[in-house]
C-alpha cells in the first residue's frame, strides 16, 4: 500500500502547482497534462491490478533490477497488547546466553501411565554416569513399583492425562516445571514408557548438549488431521498459515523449556480452541501446540525433527507398535542408522523427507 500512497500525494502536490502556472498559454497545457494524468492514473491501476511477476515485467518499472519493491510486502499484522508483552519476554529468554558448567545434566522426562517396562534398560543407560541426568516421573494412573535406584522417588505430582486432550500438553508442561527446579538442567528430553534408548549415555549427552538446538518435530500438513484440524477461533494470534504439527516426543534446550513455561497466552488459544469438538473437528492438542509455538517463535531454533523414532507409516491414529517378534538386530541397526526423517501427512501426495547427519 505504501508505495500506492506516495504516488498519490505527488499527484496532489502537482495539481497544487497548477494555479501558479496560469501565465502560460493555458490551451494546449490542461490537454496535456489532463492527458499525462490520465495516462499515469491508468498505468498505476493497471499496476495495481496486474503487478508484474517476471523479471520482465518488473524492469518497466525499474531499471535497477527489480531491487525496487513495487508491490508493498504483505501487510505485517498488528500485534495485540498480549501478544507484544508475550514476545517481549520470550526475546530476553531466548537471548539469554546457556550457561555450560562441567555439572550440566540432561533431565529425562517419563511420561507414563504407570510402571515402566524398560527400567531395567535404562537403568544400565544411566550407570555410571551419574551427576550427568536426573530423572522425572510423571505416573498418571498407578504409582510405580520401581526397581532401578535411578528411579525411586523420582516421582512428580501428577494429574490424570486423557490421549488427545489438553492435559496430555499439562503433564509435559508440569514435568519441564519440576526439572527446570534444578539450575544444572540444561537440557530436556519427554520419553514415553514405551520408549528404549538407542545408544549409550555419552552419545545421546554429547549430542544434545552440543548441538544448541531443540529437536521438536515440526511440519506442515494440508490434510485433513494437519491443516483440517485448524481453527479460526485461535484468531489473530494464530493464523492458518503458521499451523503446524509433529508428534510430541521433543528434546528442548533451557531456554526453549523457559519460554513454554513463559506462555499463557498461545497456550491459552490451544487449550480453548485445540480439542475434540471445536467447529465439528477433532483437534489434538499436543500434536500441535509446541509445533506451532516454537514455528513461530523460533524456527530457527528448532530442528524440526524429533530425535526419538517413531513409526508413522501405517497412517493410523497411533505410530506402530513392535512386537516382540518385531524386535531384531537389524531393526535396531536400521533405525540408529537412519539418517533420513520422514514426515508422514494426512495429504495422501504430500510427504517430505530431510537428510540430516
Ligand atoms: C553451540 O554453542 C557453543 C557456545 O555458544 C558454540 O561454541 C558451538 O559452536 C555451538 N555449536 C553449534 C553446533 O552451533
Ligand atoms: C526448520 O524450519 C524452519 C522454517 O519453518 C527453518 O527456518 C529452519 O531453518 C528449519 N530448521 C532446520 C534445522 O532446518
Ligand atoms: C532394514 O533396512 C533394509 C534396507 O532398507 C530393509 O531391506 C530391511 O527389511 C530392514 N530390516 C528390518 C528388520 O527392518
Known amino acids: 500500500m505504501k508505495s ?32 499525462l494524468v490520465t495516462m499515469v492514473v491508468l498505468f498505476l491501476v493497471c499496476a495495481y491490478m496486474y503487478p508484474p511477476h517476471t523479471r520482465g515485467a ?23 497488547d498480549n501478544e507484544i508483552a508475550s514476545r517481549v519476554v520470550i526475546r530476553d529468554i531466548l537471548n539469554t546466553p546457556a550457561v555450560r558448567s562441567k555439572n550440566s545434566k540432561v533431565a529425562f522426562l ?67 516445571a519440576n526439572a527446570l527446579k534444578d539450575p544444572d538442567n540444561q537440557h530436556f528430553v519427554l520419553l514415553s514408557d514405551s520408549c528404549v534408548p538407542l545408544h549409550d549415555f555419552d552419545y545421546v549427552y554429547n549430542y544434545l548438549m552440543y548441538s544448541n538446538m531443540s529437536f521438536i518435530d515440526c511440519f506442515e500438513d494440508p490434510g485433513p488431521h494437519g491443516n483440517g484440524r485448524y481453527s479460526e477461533h485461535m484468531l489473530p494470534e494464530v493464523e492458518l498459515k503458521d499451523f503446524r504439527k509433529g508428534a510430541q516426543w521433543f528434546t528442548m534446550k533451557r531456554q526453549h523449556a523457559l519460554i513454554v513455561m513463559a506462555d499463557s497466552l ?23 501446540y509446541l509445533p506451532t509455538f516454537f514455528h513461530m517463535i523460533d ?13 508413522w507409516s501405517e497412517r493410523k491414529w497411533h505410530p506402530k507398535s513392535y512386537k516382540r517378534s518385531d524386535v531384531s538386530y537389524d531393526l535396531l541397526k536400521n533405525i540408529t542408522s537412519v539418517y533420513l526423517s520422514e514426515h508422514v501427512t494426512s495429504d495422501e501426495q504430500v510427504n517430505t523427507f530431510s537428510r540430516y547427519f
Not at 523420582?154 to 488427545?164: L, N
Not at 469438538?277 to 500434536?287: L, P, S, T
Request: proline share 7%.
Open 4 to 35: 500506492v500512497k506516495a504516488w498519490r500525494v505527488g499527484n496532489v502536490g502537482d495539481l497544487q502547482i497548477l494555479p501558479g502556472s496560469r501565465h502560460r498559454p493555458h490551451l494546449k497545457r490542461p490537454m496535456w497534462i489532463i492527458v
Open 58 to 80: 518488473c524492469y518497466v518499472f525499474s531499471s535497477r533490477g527489480c531491487k525496487f519493491e513495487w508491490l508493498p510486502p504483505s501487510p505485517v499484522r498488528e500485534l495485540t
Open 110 to 176: 517419563f511420561l507414563t501411565p504407570g510402571p515402566l517396562p524398560f527400567e531395567k534398560l535404562w537403568d544400565k543407560f544411566f550407570h555410571g554416569h551419574e551427576g550427568r541426568f536426573s530423572v522425572y516421573v510423571h505416573a498418571s494412573r498407578d504409582k510405580p513399583v520401581h526397581f532401578s535406584r535411578y528411579f525411586i522417588n523420582r516421582e512428580i505430582r501428577s494429574e490424570q492425562v486423557v490421549w488427545g486432550r489438553i492435559s496430555m500438553v499439562d503433564a509435559e508442561r508440569r514435568l519441564l
Open 266 to 288: 498461545y497456550y491459552s488459544k490451544f487449550r480453548d480452541y485445540c480439542k475434540h469438538g471445536v467447529d465439528g473437528k477433532n483437534c489434538i492438542a499436543d500434536e500441535h
Open 299 to 311: 524456527p530457527g531454533g528448532i530442528a524440526n525433527r524429533s530425535v526419538t523414532h517413531v513409526d
